[in-house]
């Protein structure tokens, strides 16, 4: 039995949840303020639903679990970031969570679920019915020595969001993404959803997150969320018709630079293993290996 009352979060859970993320996950980087407003308001049509485990007056553990809106495959709910405290783990407490996490899941009829864990809690996942599939690696890039400002080829023209039609940057991030490395494909990614997630999330930093523009054509972005002097590349893509000419390393470069301009210290970025490109990107730049975890899905009958 758990020591710990699982009960729905509340938004002023949201500081105690980003402290104890940072001790399970440092490099995952997500404030309180957007972490408040996702418990608030959470994203449109996703059902969302958010859990903490508290004992003695205090957060011990977190779940949350949602629709996966953003690919046509349907049925795909998600549990995502399950952890509990290194202090209070083995009382049966992650098992409450999951269970609170997979009810809901039910009662929205998914029919597979995919979340993500750490390879030491690989047993905990198979225990619970889920199959390991791919490695997602987590890296750090210190942005004490910047990296320098990039050489822009002719024709190209590197623009900050800020200001930008927020539908045209979507547009980029949805068609770049298409075909990205995943469990399932992210072919479904709708504006509300994206304006909710990223546009209007509380840590984007419009000034430092970086677009491409070719010949007149926005091509390629590189986006930054930020969590005081951490930052975490959101996503980095550029659309097929561009590919081949470095946009994708020239963005997020630049998205670097401007980002250390604005104070931060230290960058977090995650790529699937089989992203073979993105991570040569990575490790050019600088970033080195801190973590990784592993997809894992099962059938939910």
């Known amino acids: 039995m758990s020591g710990a009352e699982i009960r729905p979060a509340r938004p002023d859970d949201a500081p105690a949840v980003v402290a104890l993320r940072a001790l399970v996950y440092p490099y995952m980087v997500r404030g309180v303020e957007s972490t408040r407003r996702m418990i ?8 969302w639903a958010g859990w903490v485990a508290e004992a003695d007056g205090e957060v011990v553990g977190w779940a949350s679990a949602y629709r996966n809106t953003q690919t046509s495959t349907p049925g795909v709910g998600a549990i995502s970031l399950l952890h509990v405290h290194p202090a209070h783990r083995r009382r049966g407490t992650g098992t409450a969570l999951f269970d609170a996490a997979l009810g809901h899941l039910r009662t929205l009829g998914s029919t597979e679920v995919l979340t993500y864990a750490h390879t030491e809690s690989l047993p905990f996942a198979q225990r619970h019915g889920f199959t390991p599939s ?32 927020p539908r045209l940057v979507h547009r980029v991030d949805a068609e770049a993404s298409r075909d990205e490395p995943g469990d399932v494909p992210t072919d479904a990614l709708g504006f509300d959803l994206w304006r909710y997630e990223c546009w209007d999330n509380p840590g984007l930093d419009r000034e430092a997150s970086t ?24 996503f980095t893509g550029t659309l097929p018709a561009y590919r081949g000419r470095g946009l994708a390393r020239l963005t997020k470069q630049a998205a670097l630079h401007r980002a250390a301009a604005r104070g931060a210290r ?35 009958s």
């Not at 608030?40 to 996703?46: A, C, D, L, S």
């Not at 790529?271 to 490790?283: G, Q």
């Open 40 to 47: 608030t308001e959470p994203p449109p049509g996703e059902d």
């Open 211 to 234: 677009l491409a523009e070719v010949d007149g054509e926005l091509a390629a972005l590189s986006l930054v969320q930020r969590d005081g002097d951490r930052m975490w590349s959101d």
């Open 266 to 300: 230290t960058a977090y970025t995650s790529n699937h293993e089989v992203n073979a490109p993105m991570l040569a990107v990575n490790e050019r730049l600088g970033y080195r290996p801190v973590d990784s975890q592993w997809s894992c899905r099962r059938t939910l």
């Open 134 to 165: 791919r490695e997602v690696r987590y890296s750090a890039l210190d942005l004490s020595t910047p990296p320098p400002v990039p050489q822009v080829p002719p024709g190209v023209r590197l623009v900050p969001a800020a200001g930008l039609d």
